[in-house]
């Protein structure tokens, strides 16, 4: 039910993948200062400022802005005020305290805060919009001669509503969390309006539906949680599957449609949406063989398949898919660095070995 970690607005390899994770924070904390340290040059001395939050919210740094709930660490939602101390929080943050968390006097009442809310809002419909001037001239105003480049000084604005979207999530204030997302699914299928199907606008409203399934997930709402998974399936199935983190994104989805169909009794079509990402994790491995993190997810794709065969009754196609993820996870080998791999493949592996008979109990079955 987690949601991920990885904004899908920045493409990032999965932390496993021959180090990759490392290098791609190396590389974005190496731009993130290139950027802040120097002004680009353009033609005809032109020059833009890197983009900056004027309220201080920024991806590369944690900071807590003058706008933000200090309970989940994001945008005020639902605004709501403490009596007698008037300290503000999201309403869903605050309902569970009886003390206020900033000053800790007693909570006489919670009063909605319409007014700071409006506020709120009309920054995140501005975030990512607002414009400043920048001169090539250090210090001095722009000349006629001099061009001035007006460049947008707030984080990207997809980004910033996931950023906040996940910060809500994680703090259990769901409300939040699926109202950004929202806003977010929005502005991406307006691009979409605008120009068409592109690989990187289906993979962001993808990951973005995604979030949203386990937001309604997490708040009870199953049928809702499977339109959103269906819909992040239908968008990432448009893609090219050379992308591993697409492709992951995409049997994540499947399996999660899988699993509310699993819960909900429908073993058949928990069947076919669990094959399905089988189907998917396979075609990596074939083309990514050497990536323990991709074999590892046809294990457990195996797995599942294989419980919800023998949910059905089919005991020894159960077995040959168990027996096929311990062969697999047996024969995959890791590097003596990969200590978190080797974790969650020794846990699979317990848990796969643990659905099998051990040998004598099979020997004195087939007497």
């Not at 800790?104 to 700071?116: Q, S």
């Not at 910060?167 to 979409?192: M, V």
């Not at 294990?299 to 023998?310: E, I, M, N, P």
């Amino acid at each position: 039910m987690n949601m991920t970690p990885v904004c899908p607005f920045v493409k990032a390899a999965r932390p496993d993948d021959n180090n990759a994770s490392k290098k791609s924070g190396e590389n974005s904390m190496k731009h993130q200062v290139e950027s802040e340290s120097k002004v680009k040059k353009e033609p005809n001395d032109s020059a833009s400022a890197s983009p900056k939050c004027p309220f201080g919210y920024d991806s590369q740094s944690f900071k807590i802005g003058p706008l933000s709930c200090t309970v989940c660490q994001a945008l005020l939602f639902d605004t709501s005020k403490c009596v007698p101390c008037s300290h503000v929080f999201c309403k869903s943050c605050i309902s569970r305290f009886k003390d206020c968390p900033l000053c800790g006097a007693d909570i006489v009442k919670i009063e909605p805060d319409a007014n700071l809310q409006g506020v709120v809002d009309r920054f995140i419909e501005g975030h990512a919009r607002i414009k400043r001037s920048v001169s090539s001239d250090k210090g001095e105003e722009a000349t006629e001669s001099k061009q001035v480049i007006y460049e947008d000084v707030s984080l990207e604005r997809g980004s910033f509503l996931v950023q906040q979207a996940m910060r809500a999530f994680r703090a259990q204030n769901l409300e939040s969390a699926k109202s950004r997302l929202n806003l977010c699914a929005e502005d991406i299928r307006d691009q979409l309006e605008q120009v068409g199907n592109t690989s990187e606008l289906c993979s962001q409203l993808g990951a973005v539906l995604g979030m949203l399934g386990d937001c309604c997930r997490a708040m009870g709402d199953a049928s809702s949680a499977v339109s959103y998974f269906e819909e992040s399936v239908q968008f990432l199935s448009k893609l090219p599957k050379e992308d591993m983190e697409i492709t992951h994104t995409l049997s994540v989805s499947l399996n999660k449609i899988g699993d509310l169909k699993y819960y909900d009794g429908d073993l058949q079509a928990a069947r076919s949406y669990y094959f399905k990402s089988l189907d998917v994790r396979r075609g990596v491995v074939n083309q990514n063989s050497k990536v323990p993190s991709q074999v590892l997810d046809v294990a457990v794709s195996l797995a599942k398949v294989a419980d919800v065969d023998r949910n059905l009754g089919e005991e020894k196609l159960a077995s040959d898919g168990f027996q096929e993820a311990i062969d697999l996870l047996e024969s995959l080998t890791l590097k003596s660095e990969a200590s978190g791999l080797e974790q969650r493949r020794q846990s699979v592996l317990d848990f796969l070995r643990g659905q099998l008979p051990d040998k004598q109990e099979q020997a004195e079955a087939t007497v």
